[in-house]
């Protein structure tokens, strides 16, 4: 339970940490809230566009593999950033795009860390386990930023979303020390179609 608690206070606390320094690199490049509060809603919409789909993958593919590509992919696009703004790159619909990249990628995680986190833990542990990472994972939300804030004092911008893309490496980390269940897929004779129409 540990070191799963780790893996996703620690990512959490990084998704805090992003969310603020996103919004202050997109405020200070625009000097527009307009444009600002359109990168903050395209974070928002692979949830629309992928959430389904995200779903049926995690039901048919091994969810532990999942959450380890997810993790992978969300800390090589956030650390995309600080390269963008190294080399003058860094635009608003630029850093808009790679924001997007990166929240499909947790929207491809989130379901599989969901489903993956009842085969851990006997039904009976499910409710406090459950507790404690819904528990943990809002203190991060409100201590991110602040967190964010007070290093912002000693680092520069794009530190901010190199510690995030570190947040994905250690929760990673944690996670490879997860005592994992035998998951084999079962198999499934209906349509991808099929299971999104029923989730309707």
Known sequence: M????????????????????????????TNSPAITGLIAMS????ALVLGLFAGVLSDRMNRFRLMVGAHVCQSMTVI???VLIHYDMATGLIIGIVAFIRSGFSTIFQPAFNAFVPTLFP???LLRVNAILITSGQIAYILGPALAGILLAVISLPQLFLIDGLSFLIALGFLTLVVKPNYNPPLIIHSHWKELLDGF
């Open 80 to 82: 995309a950033i600080p």
């Open 43 to 46: 974070a928002y919409l692979p």
């Open 2 to 29: 540990s070191a799963l608690w780790m893996a996703q206070t620690i990512s959490q606390a990084g998704d805090a940490i992003y969310q603020f320094a996103l919004m202050w690199l997109v405020l200070d490049m």
């Open 123 to 125: 039904s009976k542990q």
